[in-house]
């Protein structure tokens, strides 16, 4: 068999992931759950039985108020602390690697069935930073990605920056060179390449001289779901009341439940006897109330995927409704898209910042960019694009795959970098 056709890319999203197998005239993408060509990054491991579902299917048993336990973004584990730990799956002790390492192997799994074939080479998809500012933690992140996906089954590995891998999947649209800002907005990371394409440059193997810049910052959809929540759902929970000795509620449960990965942590007999205690104190008893039924219900993954849903429909739309009756019985939050743009504008700012000093480092001016090409499931949200635009007013704006753009690249690579 031709080593080509055994080479795959794999994009392991913080909030999606795809595989994708390079065959001429035919989608790359390989379809991964009930025909559709992402897969949720999701794990949930049932406790009354062995069974563990993924995806979509995972979410689902969540959802259906199946006892056990779900976890979502563990990308985001990459580089840090954390992924040296263990976590409590069904009363054992369970290491985060062997989490991500059940997940990459189920994910590859997928894929071969699809393709009718063995994946041995891969070339997988990482952010710009993993870690930003600390070279060392950015290397020992991409080493264990490795490590795991040779884990699960994967010989030769190659990496390649996400933001490039989606420019490689617009070139392979165009007639005609192009200067490219590829804007990669995915659900951990924001990253951005400036790179030449066309017609003529994609049949070269060697790429290094057409990358003007390359850049990222640590930030993405996960994270303006936090902010969201924090600024719109939070304090109905409590966040920002008062204590009765005059003290503002302590945040660090509000701040577990609002972030995708450490949401398991507010369920922890500390948490709740922390919470219980809060409850005692405080001024506004109903809020605390809320709080423990989200902890006692295990709803925190359902309510972050309901502020989640919200922004996304914020994204479309100048109004959201976000239905709390689990929580909350016949209640309702209005959501405003001003509300989502003051929770992310300093998040926003910070990638707009990221980009200035990208083309600042190039020495490429506003003028000098043909097209400012959009992917990653968040690129859409209407502040972030609008802020990037200002900064090449001039170029045409493409949105590409929001969420295949990336996985088809990688395709492509593995194609030119096994065959």
Not at 101 to 113: D, M, N, P, V, Y
Not at 269 to 274: F, I, L, V, Y
Not at 349 to 372: K, Y
Request: aromatic share 6%; glycine share 10%.
């Amino acid at each position: 068999m031709r080593a080509d056709a055994q080479a795959c890319g794999i994009d392991f999203g913080t909030s999606n992931s795809t595989a994708g197998w390079s065959r001429s005239g035919q989608n790359a993408l390989l379809p991964l759950e009930d025909g559709k060509l992402t897969l949720p990054s999701v794990i949930f491991f049932h406790a009354e039985d062995a069974h563990v579902s993924f995806g979509r299917a995972a979410l689902a048993d969540y959802l259906e108020r199946h006892e056990g336990r779900l976890m979502r973004s563990l990308k985001s584990l990459l580089g840090t602390s954390m992924m040296d730990e263990h976590t409590e799956v069904a009363g054992r002790a369970v290491p985060f690697r062997a989490l991500l390492a059940q997940f990459i192997g189920e994910l590859k799994r997928r894929a071969e069935h699809a393709a009718g074939r063995e994946f041995s080479c891969a070339v997988l998809g990482r952010p710009v930073f993993f870690v930003d500012d600390d070279p060392l933690a950015d290397q020992r992140a991409q080493d264990t990605l490795e490590d795991i996906a040779r884990r699960a089954g994967l010989r030769d590995i190659a990496f390649q920056y996400e933001p490039i891998a989606a420019a490689f999947d617009y070139e392979s649209q165009i007639s005609r060179e192009e200067l490219v800002l590829v804007v990669d907005i995915g659900g951990g990371t924001s990253d951005f390449t400036l790179i030449r394409v066309g017609p003529e440059r994609a049949s070269r193997t060697e790429r290094k001289g057409d990358i003007l810049a390359s850049g990222g910052v640590h930030i993405g959809g996960t994270d303006f779901d936090r902010a969201l929540s924090l600024a719109s759902m939070m304090p109905m929970l409590g966040l920002g009341s008062l204590l009765r000795n005059g003290r503002e509620m302590p945040s660090s449960p509000y701040f577990n439940l609002a972030t995708w990965h450490t949401i398991n942590l507010a369920y922890t007999k500390k948490a709740w006897s922390q919470i219980a205690e809060l409850h005692q104190g405080a001024v506004d008893r109903p809020k605390l109330e809320r709080l423990q039924s989200v902890v006692r219900e295990r709803a925190g993954h359902w309510l972050a995927l309901q502020v989640e849903e919200a922004k996304i429909a914020l994204s479309n739309a100048p109004l959201a409704q976000i239905d709390i009756g689990r929580i909350a019985a016949g209640e309702t939050v209005t959501l405003q898209r001003a509300e989502l743009d003051r929770a992310i504008n300093g998040l926003v700012t910070s990638v707009q910042q990221t980009v200035a000093r990208l083309l600042s480092d190039a020495s490429i001016t506003a003028a000098g960019i043909d097209t400012v090409f959009f992917t990653g499931g968040s690129s859409g949200v209407p502040l972030l694009r609008e802020r990037v635009l200002a900064l090449a007013p001039q170029a045409r704006c493409v949105e590409g795959d929001l969420f295949g753009s990336i996985g088809a690249g990688l395709a492509l690579d593995a194609y030119r970098k096994f065959a």
